[in-house]
């Protein structure tokens, strides 16, 4: 087959493959084509062969990319470009260094190399400072939880091995045929393959029809106030969304409400931060809450601390432009409020590049100024915290772990909440940016992963939607459509106790990673084969 239609048809077969319209048995055979495409280029005598190598790659993953996230798209046509094809130009590098490499080493030690390579790339994508890892392939599964009830041992991780491991063993098995012809080769490589599916997805059903945990029930109110990001939500003042919470809530809380839980920058006008304390926007709060004794309000907020001093200038610190004597500290905070005297508060760690961080600034500061990318919020540096903070409600039973939008697509991430001895999850989110898309949707389902990587359950809030509950085996139980006004009310249970993902993180990712170095140096110091 051609090699170009054979990088199109992975390009294809990965984006059919991925949530929330995809079926993901797609994915076991969607890298097969580009893998044969680059086998025969290697082969051939063509010249330029490491170009066309990258130029077919990243046909394929332009295709990959482009269908799955360019809903970014409706918050902003650059930001949404540049990420759609930087991080093609990313994976297609990774297929041509292992096209470099697969030519001085063997057929098996090559493919080692490219999963162990592919699976550290992924886990780059989650820790270097133009993260960007929606397209992880762990994340593929996320709609069929039936699947990967044992993310509770492997993260995502699993599920991205998984899907090499079968790429890799249905490839071999083709060129096999290609080279023999035989009908039981063909045999053995369809049974290996059905074994390697089908066993995984049968240990999952049985620990999905076995599992449960005891714990406290939490009831909560979950408000979906459905404010236009682009024309209301930063016209407004934050009195007047604390009118909206009263009136959202008031619909269902009841005596026996734990947990009033309101989305990201819910209160969305910057707040001084030293000034909170003492502010009309706390008394009022705090009011509401008083009157609802058994409460605990959850909600997101914009905080800003302005300074002179110096000494405070942190690595996210912003400089006033109109006076460059003046400093600040622009946060996307979630706060707990409830009857004891202090108010918790926890800062947004993972931030979304372009929009709340300015990545590699002692590089591309001097070259760009202090241009950011806008992608239909704020354009300042957003500052952030290094410990994963936990709620703690007023009468100690529940801890609850705060976590704010995109960071809910860090598995390892979210665990520190977990061994911070978080109880259950809440996720606040503003997913309003990208319309009726694919993006609310597949954030919504990446929660249901970490639900099951943690076995906590999740109550989600988003401004627009979809807000839901979602227990600790990732079914959702209950849900505010995307685009509707009100509250949702049910309950969550709590879970003390802490799986072996939890507890030993990314560890599939940093074994790949010293494996790829030793196969690398094995490579390295090889001679290259005839």
Same mark, same amino acid.
């Given at each position: ?37 680059? =086998?025969?280029? +290697? ?43 930087? &991080? ?6 990774? /297929? ?8 001085? *080493? ?11 390579? @592919?699976? %550290? ?6 820790? @270097?400072? /133009?993260?960007?890892? @929606? ?11 039936? @699947?990967? *009830?044992?993310?509770? !041992? ?12 079968? #790429? ?18 063909? +045999? %053995? ?33 979950i408000l979906q106030p459905n404010i ?20 959202? $809530? ?21 707040t001084r931060l030293p000034q909170f304390?003492? %502010? ?59 009857? $004891? ?19 590699? *600034? ?22 952030? *915290? ?43 989110? &503003?997913?309003?940016?990208? &319309?009726?898309? =694919?993006?609310?949707? =597949? ?23 979809? $807000?839901?509950?979602? #227990?600790? +085996?990732?079914?959702?139980? #209950? %849900?505010?459509? !995307? ?16 799986? /072996? ?30």
């Open positions: 087959m051609n090699r170009t239609l054979l990088a199109l048809l992975s390009g294809i077969i990965l984006a059919l493959g991925w949530p929330t319209y995809g079926f993901p048995l797609l994915l076991f055979v969607a890298f097969v084509p580009l893998l044969l495409a680059e =086998q025969q280029l +290697r082969l051939s005598n063509v010249k330029r062969k490491g170009l066309k190598i990258f130029g077919l790659s990243y046909i394929t993953f332009v295709i990959w990319n482009l269908i799955t996230t360019s809903w970014l798209r409706f918050a902003d046509v650059f930001g949404a470009s540049f990420a759609v094809f930087v &991080n093609s130009a990313l994976m297609a590098l990774l /297929f041509l260094i292992y096209h470099k490499y697969a030519k001085r *080493q063997s057929q098996n030690r090559a493919l080692l190399f490219l999963v162990t390579l @592919w699976i %550290s790339f992924e886990k780059l994508h989650l820790g @270097w400072e /133009f993260s960007w890892p @929606w397209l992880n392939l762990g994340n593929g599964f996320s709609d069929y939880i039936t @699947w990967i *009830q044992w993310y509770e !041992y492997t993260g995502t991780f699993g599920g991205t091995l998984w899907v090499w491991i079968l #790429n890799v063993l249905i490839f071999k098995g083709v060129l096999s045929f290609q080279k023999e012809r035989s009908k039981t080769i063909l +045999r %053995s490589v369809v049974l290996k393959c059905a074994g390697l599916i089908i066993i995984p997805i049968l240990i999952s059903l049985g620990i999905y029809s076995t599992y449960a945990h005891e714990g406290n029930t939490v009831d909560v109110v236009d990001p682009y024309s209301e939500k930063y016209n407004m003042t934050n009195i007047k969304f604390t009118e909206l919470l009263m009136e959202l $809530s008031n619909s269902k809380i009841t005596d026996s409400t734990d947990f009033i839980i309101a989305p990201e920058t819910f209160l969305a006008e910057s304390k003492n %502010s009309l926007l706390k008394s009022r709060l705090k009011r509401y809450i008083n009157e609802h004794p058994n409460a605990n309000l959850l909600t997101g907020i914009s905080f800003i601390d302005v300074f002179k001093d110096k000494s405070k200038i942190k690595k996210e610190t912003n400089q006033a432009k109109n006076n460059p004597s003046i400093y600040y500290d622009d946060y996307n905070s979630a706060i707990l409020i409830n009857t $004891s005297d202090s108010v918790q508060q926890y800062n947004k760690s993972k931030l979304v590049v372009g929009i709340e961080n300015f990545p590699y *600034q002692d590089i591309l500061k001097p070259i760009i100024g202090d241009a950011m990318i806008d992608l239909g919020g704020t354009v300042a540096m957003k500052t952030t *915290q290094d410990y994963r903070g936990v709620f703690t409600s007023s009468n100690s039973k529940y801890i609850v772990a705060p976590i704010i939008c995109y960071e809910s697509v860090y598995g390892e991430f979210v665990g520190g909440y977990v061994r911070n001895d978080a109880n259950f999850l809440s996720i606040i989110t &503003n997913d309003a940016w990208w &319309n009726e898309t =694919q993006g609310h949707k =597949q954030h919504l389902s990446y929660a249901r992963l970490r639900a099951i990587e943690t076995r906590r359950d999740i109550a989600r809030s988003a401004n627009t939607g979809i $807000s839901a509950i979602i #227990n600790a +085996r990732g079914e959702i139980t #209950n %849900s505010l459509a !995307y685009g509707e006004k009100g509250a949702l009310s049910g309950q969550v249970t709590t879970n003390n106790k802490m799986t /072996f993902y939890v507890s030993s993180g990314d560890y599939i990712a940093r074994i790949s990673f010293f494996v790829l170095i030793f196969v690398f140096l094995i490579g390295f110091f090889r001679r290259e084969r005839e």
